[in-house]
Antibody, heavy 120, light 110 residues
Framework: QLQLQESGPGLLKPSETLSLTCTVSGGSISSINYYWGWIRQPPGKGLEWIGTIYYSGSTYYNSSLRSRVTISVDTSNNQFSLRLSSVTAADTAVYYC????????????WGQGTLVTVSS | QSALTQPASVSGSPGQSITISCTGTSSDVGRYNLVSWYQQHPGKVPKVMIYEGSKRPSGTSNRFSGSKSGNTASLTISGLQAEDEADYYCCSYAGDSIYVFGSGTKVTVL
């Protein structure tokens, strides 16, 4: 059973870059059997898909965030990461990492989520 | 990639059945039978209840079922129980490894 855990700073100032890491255990980030994704949820609001990466490095992003988002894989540490540049208060949210079984098209295992607040 | 449209709230009495709709377009819900549904209790992590339109993950109660007609997917909860009170989100594959979530529905058990 895959387990995922997000980590990173919980407080940022406007215009800074958000950087989060998701550590995967119980399986290999290099497995051909999974995609890896990031999803966020502003306080009191709904879920928003941010983007997805395959072990090969292929990335897929929400068009509304594409200009500011980078997702990468670190196979040596069994982690994948999210970078979101030029943050504003609108980026305040709980950020979740999740796994997507290859060819199953759904988010199966989720991390516990980490709250990132953007405030001056 | 506009969010899929869900009713803000749905309610029902214990034992009743309720249905939550999820309306997209011919580019997502209508094109692919790849809608998943997630249950989220307050302060908790979302949990998949249905995937690929109508499949239930191991351990998910058979009181939960999914279907689709045209550009609208639906989640039906039969035999409503107090523990079903939660927020529910649909999510559709939209091609090219793109996903879009619904706006979310709060289910209240009266």
């Amino acid at each position: 059973q895959l387990q995922l855990q997000e980590s990173g700073p919980g407080l940022l100032k406007p215009s800074e870059t958000l950087s989060l890491t998701c550590t995967v255990s119980g399986g290999s980030i290099s497995s051909i059997n999974y995609y890896w994704g990031w999803i966020r949820q502003p306080p009191g609001k709904g879920l928003e898909w941010i983007g997805t990466i395959y072990y090969s490095g292929s990335t897929y992003y929400n068009s509304s965030l594409r200009s500011r988002v980078t997702i990468s894989v670190d196979t040596s540490n069994n982690q994948f990461s999210l970078r979101l540049s030029s943050v504003t208060a609108a980026d305040t949210a709980v950020y979740y990492c999740a796994s997507l079984p290859f060819a199953d098209y759904y988010f199966k295992s989720w991390g516990q989520g980490t709250l990132v607040t953007v405030s001056s | 990639q506009s969010a899929l449209t869900q009713p803000a709230s749905v309610s029902g009495s214990p034992g009743q059945s309720i249905t939550i709709s999820c309306t997209g377009t011919s580019s997502d819900v209508g094109r692919y039978n790849l809608v998943s549904w997630y249950q989220q209790h307050p302060g908790k992590v979302p949990k998949v209840m249905i995937y690929e339109g109508s499949k239930r993950p191991s351990g998910t109660s058979n009181r939960f079922s999914g279907s689709k007609s045209g550009n609208t997917a639906s989640l039906t909860i039969s035999g409503l129980q107090a523990e079903d009170e939660a927020d529910y989100y649909c999510c559709s594959y939209a091609g090219d490894s793109i996903y879009v979530f619904g706006s979310g529905t709060k289910v209240t058990v009266l």
